[in-house]
């Protein structure tokens, strides 16, 4: 049974930073696709980054060249370096994964991902 485990979630005040890990636990063969989403009070879960396999990224519009995604397989870890922060930013961040083929030509949906962790908070103060 694949699990995801977040942490590095925490409060800032603006202009901040944090990274976020997401290991990996319980599989045969790594995921073709990770991700990692968030999901602000009373809004839908939104995609923040994406990478697969061959390490190919992409990123929502609202965080591009402020987050950088990255994998780390000898450690089965996935993070998302943030930086810059914004109050705008304040959400749950879930780490995602998924077996099957993403193409990463759009931040993905959250459909495309079977596999979830239970989420890290991140707020950030202005």
């Known amino acids: 049974q694949v699990q995801l485990v977040e942490s590095g979630g925490g409060s800032v005040q603006a202009g901040g930073s944090l990274r976020l890990s997401c290991v990996v636990f319980?599989?045969?063969?790594?995921?073709?696709?990770m991700g990692w989403f968030r999901q602000g009070p009373g809004k839908e879960r939104e995609a923040v980054a994406a990478?697969?396999?061959?390490?190919?990224?992409i990123y929502a519009d609202s965080v591009q060249g402020r987050f950088t995604i990255s994998q780390d397989n000898a450690k089965n870890t996935l993070y998302l370096q943030m930086n810059s922060l914004k109050p705008e930013d304040t959400a749950m961040y879930y780490c995602?994964?998924?077996?099957?083929?993403?193409?990463?030509?759009?931040?993905?949906?959250?459909?495309?991902?079977?596999?979830w962790g239970q989420g890290t908070q991140v707020t950030v103060s202005s």
């Open positions: 995602a994964a998924d077996y099957a083929f993403v193409p990463l030509l759009a931040p993905p949906s959250p459909r495309d991902f079977g596999y």
């Open positions: 319980g599989y045969s063969w790594s995921p073709y696709c």
């Open positions: 990478i697969d396999a061959d390490g190919s990224t």
